[in-house]
Nanobody
């Protein structure tokens, strides 16, 4: 079994910065992809940023240039640095670990709230 534990998030004013982190534990298969998704009230969950074991990254267009995703493979942690935050970034942010490409499963964290005030 795999567990994803998120930390960080909180309340920040527009234009500010926040960082969320996620640590995975358990039986981890490689290669894998770790990602951050978010879900705002009334909206579907959407991909924010993803990073593979080899360091390849992908971002949603709405956060490109403002958010940076990184990971530490030894510690099995993924970080999301969020700069120039906007009220539209307000959502619950979820950590995701996807090992389906190597015969594993997909796992989710419990979510952490990010609120950006105007």
């Amino acid at each position: 079994q795999v567990e994803l534990v998120e930390s960080g998030g909180g309340l920040v004013q527009a234009g500010g910065s926040l960082r969320v982190s996620c640590k995975a534990s358990g039986i981890i298969l490689n290669p894998n992809t770790m990602a951050w998704y978010r879900q705002a009230p009334g909206n579907e969950r959407e991909l924010v940023a993803a990073i593979t074991s080899s360091g390849a990254t992908a971002y949603a267009g709405s956060v490109k240039g403002r958010f940076t995703v990184s990971r530490d493979n030894d510690e099995m942690t993924v970080l999301l640095q969020m700069n120039s935050l906007k009220p539209d970034d307000t959502a619950v942010y979820y950590c995701n670990l996807d090992m389906r490409n190597v015969g594993g499963h997909e796992f989710w964290g419990q979510g952490t709230q990010v609120t950006v005030s105007s």
